[in-house]
């Protein structure tokens, strides 16, 4: 949603209230970092194809589409103790390690169903470096735009609170945030 | 030659009122001089926050922030006090003080939570309002802990009402003494869970009444064109429907419409200026926080409204041959009995079945529990005083099942569709006023404008400790009749000063030997000057208190220009 669509929706919503356009000038600030530069960015498409395995893609899009290994490279860079990041990497060392010893083959160009049948052994087995893995791949798939507006209803303008209302079939989470 | 560049000077900046701060008080403060018709000079420390306009994050979809509104941990380790507040993140960090820019010395473990710029907390602020009851006034008196209230609850009773019909308050009435009914906006209602715990909880224990919150969303349209509520409760970025009170969004807007509002920002009030011979002060100093030029400007009457522990600390800096330990200290309890709200327990609880059952928008509120220990027939040997409870019941999303066992297509549908019920609240306890909880100035750790910093030395003691054991039991048990299950209670063990409910340390009294303020909030020795602010609290009790402070520092006002007309002041 670019700038002019948030002014005419603000616009609909608040009955023509005018609302200066420095509010938004916000909205311009945050670029996308530099993904590129992430550290262990050769890291991403592996990433990536772990998370689609978690949440691929159904009538809705999956990690993959919603860039979910860009997520978690910037998370360890920036919003995790120094201590976890370095026992996620050596943890997905060990993890591509033991594929490779499992099936002689890396994770990336092994068929679709040695990669399940790999995660699944760590998924049942609670596999720590898997688990912890999979609340960032979860996190950063219904944090994005697509898990927000598509896998989750997202109301951006509610207008109104109703509290006690049956549930419709078919309804999805409210996608929340603060 | 130079006297009369002087005088023209001090004509410039004289006025008829100043009130230090924009916040809370200050706004309120600025509200009722203008519209007395008072010249006013409101002076804030930080910098510009203009209603709406400067709101840059209000209207930004969650997944456009940079870090998806998280916090970084190199923020956090710049800024270990302030992100320690639940309203900090990407959205919000804007608004608190920079850790620091702003230090002083926690002699015991304090998180001093600020927002310096115009408004201040009243941004970022929770917005639950409720009265002080008639107990309240008289608990100091009853159980000999604190001064005695100079004034009761009839005294106060229509300034809360004064106050809510402009402010815009939501609620019930519940014909509930802890919290007497004011002039409210429609309330906001509980969903499924929460009208189950209510009913089942309230029927074994009758004396616990859980009521929808009273909060400072405006369920109608308010006043020149505020709300209503949209009900996004992304309220802490401020704004942009004017859907709760704010300094930004209702006083400040209502003094400047007069004319008669001059509002100087970066303006950090370095001390008052008290003239021996009139008896009274003149005017007060003020540090440009940029330029750190000094300049005096000067009224007949100076309503202090700086946060209750920057509003203690201008009176403490601000010394003269009559008052060495700052001005109206004569009876040494300044900057003694800080409180702040015992937030250390928190509870979470699922609920099993209504599944068919769920909501709709984003409710700015939740259910709130008041009182209900030593009060009426109950009776605690353990501890003194009570706490009131807020909280919620939601259903959980992804969050709640993120690394639960399952793959592909199934888990993702699961994590999509909305979960169980989820039981949250947190108690807040009143704090007993104590003499050695206090702060003080610091004359050898100076901050960048080269003013003293604050001492502060505070710290819960064996009531507040009490306090939590008798909620640890409470909370569980009320949830346990209501059938709720995996039910934890947990100590934070959290610093006072998380509560951001600080109050206490230039207390209202009779007695000026014993407390700084008469019952108008006016300094005892000093009568052209009023703190209308937390500070002046002689208690806290167990509701959340911006209410009152806008109560009182309106009646103050109320006070200060009749004082005026009668040439007293």
């Known amino acids: ?178 | 030659m130079s006297v009369n560049i002087n005088n023209v000077a001090k004509k410039k900046n004289t006025y008829d009122a100043i009130v230090v701060g924009s916040g809370m008080s200050g706004g309120w403060a600025a509200k009722e001089f203008c519209e007395k018709k008072m010249k006013t000079l409101v002076l804030e420390r930080g910098g510009r926050y203009n209603h709406i306009e400067d709101y840059t994050t209000s209207m930004v979809d969650p997944w456009k922030f940079p870090h998806r509104n998280n916090m970084t941990e190199a923020e956090k380790e710049a800024n270990p006090i302030q992100s320690k507040c639940y309203a900090w993140n990407e959205g919000t960090k804007h608004l608190f003080v920079k850790d620091q820019e702003h230090p002083y010395q926690q002699v015991k473990p304090f998180d001093w939570v600020r927002g310096y710029h115009v408004g201040g907390k009243s941004i970022m602020w929770a917005r639950q309002c409720y009265r002080l009851g008639e107990h309240d006034f008289r608990s100091n008196s009853e159980d000999g802990h604190g001064n005695e209230w100079p004034i009761g609850y009839q005294d106060l009773a229509p300034w809360y009402s004064y106050v809510e019909r402009f402010a815009g308050i939501s609620g019930n009435r519940d014909g509930l003494p802890q919290i007497p009914d004011g002039e409210f906006l429609p309330p906001m209602e509980l969903n499924a869970a929460e009208k189950h715990f209510k009913q089942k909880s309230e029927a074994r224990f009758p004396n616990r009444k859980i009521i929808i919150g009273r909060t400072a969303n405006h369920t109608a349209p308010v006043g020149e064109g505020r709300g209503p509520c949209r009900y996004r409760h992304l309220c802490h970025r401020g704004c942009p429907f004017s859907g709760y009170f704010s300094s930004n969004s209702a006083t400040l807007p209502a003094a400047e419409r007069t004319g008669k509002l001059t509002l100087k920002t970066d303006s950090i009030v370095h001390s008052i200026i008290y003239d021996e011979k009139l008896g009274k002060a003149t005017g007060v100093r003020v540090i440009d926080a940029l330029t750190k030029e000094t300049t005096e400007y000067y009224a007949k009457v100076i309503f202090v409204c700086a946060a209750t522990l920057n509003s203690t600390w201008l009176l403490l800096n601000s010394t003269s041959n009559r008052f060495q330990n700052g001005l109206g200290n004569d009876g040494g309890v300044l900057g003694h009995y800080l409180v702040d709200h015992n937030y250390r327990v928190r509870v979470s609880a699922k609920l099993d079945g209504f599944l068919d059952r769920f909501y709709s928008g984003r409710r700015p509120n939740g259910f709130y529990i008041p009182r209900f220990r030593n009060f009426g027939s109950d009776k605690q040997k353990d501890f003194l005083r009570g706490y009131a409870t807020y909280g919620e019941c939601t259903r959980s999303n992804w969050s709640a099942e993120a690394t639960s066992e399952g793959l592909g297509a199934d888990f993702k549908k699961m994590l999509s569709e909305p979960g169980g019920w989820n039981f949250f609240a947190v108690a807040q306890g009143e704090m007993l006023p104590h003499f050695d909880n206090k702060v003080s100035l610091n004359h050898d750790k100076k901050d960048q404008w080269g003013l003293p910093t604050l001492d502060i030395d505070c710290e819960w003691k064996a009531n507040e400790d009490a306090m939590v054991k008798d909620i640890m039991k409470t909370l569980p048990e009320m949830l346990e009749v209501a059938g709720f299950k995996d039910i934890y209670a947990w100590d934070s063990h959290q610093a006072p000063g998380l509560g951001i409910h600080e109050m206490g340390t230039c207390r209202m009294g009779k007695d000026p030997k014993t407390s700084m303020l008469n019952g108008w909030n006016q300094v005892h020795t000093v009568k052209n000057v009023f703190v209308t602010d937390g500070s002046s609290l002689p208690s806290q009790g167990s509701q959340n208190p911006s209410v009152t402070f806008m109560a009182l520092t309106a009646r103050a006002v109320d006070y200060a220009m009749k004082e005026m007309k009668k040439r007293n002041i």
């Not at chain 1, 600030?29 to 990433?47: D, G, R």
């Not at chain 1, 395995?53 to 990690?63: C, E, F, K, N, V």
């Not at chain 1, 990497?89 to 099936?103: C, I, P, R, T, V």
């Not at chain 1, 507006?149 to 209302?165: F, H, R, S």
Request: proline share 7%; with cysteine.
């Open chain 1, 1 to 178: 949603m670019n700038r002019r669509e948030i002014l005419q929706r603000l616009a609909v919503i608040s009955g023509g209230m005018i609302i200066a356009p420095s509010a938004l000038t916000a909205l311009d600030h945050w670029k996308n970092p530099a993904l590129a530069l992430l550290p262990n960015a050769e890291k991403a498409p592996l990433l990536a194809e772990m998370a689609d395995i978690i949440i691929p893609t159904t009538d809705t899009p999956g990690a993959k589409a919603a860039q979910v290994d860009q997520y978690i490279l910037l998370m360890l860079k920036d919003c995790t103790p120094a201590a976890e990041v370095a026992k996620f990497w050596s943890g997905l060392q060990a993890f591509e390690d033991n594929f490779q010893k499992q099936y002689g083959t890396t994770f990336l160009v092994a068929s679709a169903d040695k990669r399940l049948e790999y995660l699944q052994k760590l998924d049942k087995g609670r596999d720590p470096f898997f688990v912890g893995f999979k609340g960032l791949a979860v996190a950063g798939y219904f944090t994005s735009e697509i898990g927000m507006t598509q896998a989750q209803a997202y109301l951006p303008l509610p207008g109104t609170y109703e509290a006690d209302i049956p549930l419709k079939p078919g309804q999805k989470s409210w996608a929340d945030y603060f």
